[in-house]
């Protein structure tokens, strides 16, 4: 039998024992915080976590306002959409085999602002998607159709290419043809 601890041994072990417990919560613990996959537009890189909620305004901004000015492909899609959800996938590969010829892509998702952090980003891990991705939190989204395309009834989904001077050069409402956006995106950006 083992000879009783003294209170200097017990206090060392005790003291033993929590670094150990520490040091085995940190590293399960330090994983959790590492950053999340981003992507770069833009210069201002963005992670899928942190979607952000823009209004009509901001949504303006993100398709006029753009340094350096490069082209940009738009898809406004919902997680309750059906078309959305199938063709996603393509959008995620069209983003990355052209972000680096100079094609920025952003997707604006019109869920509900309580799908924010629940629902979108699942769906966006799910499908490895990289790109920028706002969620459009407007009551009345008219102004912000008629801002995107007067044109558009503002069904899903609906993708929209526009060149490096921010006019529409391409634009499709429902599930997109592959081929076809890709020979349009060529156009802007194919000798690069």
């Not at 009834?153 to 956006?181: C, M, W």
Request: aromatic letters at 8%.
């Amino acid at each position: 039998m083992a000879a009783p601890l003294n209170a200097l041994e017990f206090q060392n072990m005790a003291k033993a024992g929590l670094f150990l417990l520490l040091t085995l919560g940190l590293s399960i613990l330090v994983p959790s915080f590492a950053a999340p996959a981003q992507s770069q537009t833009g210069g201002a890189a963005k992670s899928l976590d942190k979607i952000r909620a823009i209004n009509t305004e901001q949504l303006k901004g993100l398709l006029v306002k753009r340094e350096p000015a490069r082209p940009l492909l738009v898809n406004f899609w919902a997680t309750w959409c059906d078309p959305c959800r199938d063709e996603f996938p393509d959008l995620v590969k069209i983003d990355n085999q052209y972000r680096p010829k100079g094609l920025d892509f952003i997707s604006i998702s019109l869920d509900d602002l309580a799908d924010l952090k629940t629902a979108v980003p699942k769906f966006l891990r799910e499908m490895h998607a990289s790109m920028p991705v706002y969620l459009l939190n407007v009551s009345d989204p008219e102004p912000a159709i008629n801002a995107v395309d007067p044109a558009w009834g503002g069904a899903l989904p609906a993708t929209f290419l526009y060149n490096d001077q921010g006019r529409i050069v391409y634009k499709h409402f429902g599930r997109l043809n592959d081929s076809e956006l890709r020979a349009e995106i060529e156009k802007l950006v194919g000798g690069k």
